[in-house]
């Protein structure tokens, strides 16, 4: 399952941030860098959950179709002429 920009704003601003730099040493000293691994840890567990529960929901949710499903026996054999 492919993970990113999932419609055209997305795509146009991954597009326009994509080409941004930042050379800044003054900001490293205003966020601890332990704090924000571990931040960004944290979100990327919570991610990769959320794309696991979406999978076994799309599972469950493809299984309950499928058994709720009827069947019918369609006949297409044609009537035979009578014998006389």
Known sequence: MPIGARDKIDRELVKKYAKLKMDNPDTTKLVDSQKMLSAMNDYAAMQRS??????KLKDMCSNVTSK???????NFNLPRARKQ
């Open 68 to 74: 709720s499903a009827v069947y019918l026996k369609l």
């Open 50 to 55: 959320m794309i696991d529960m979406n999978m």
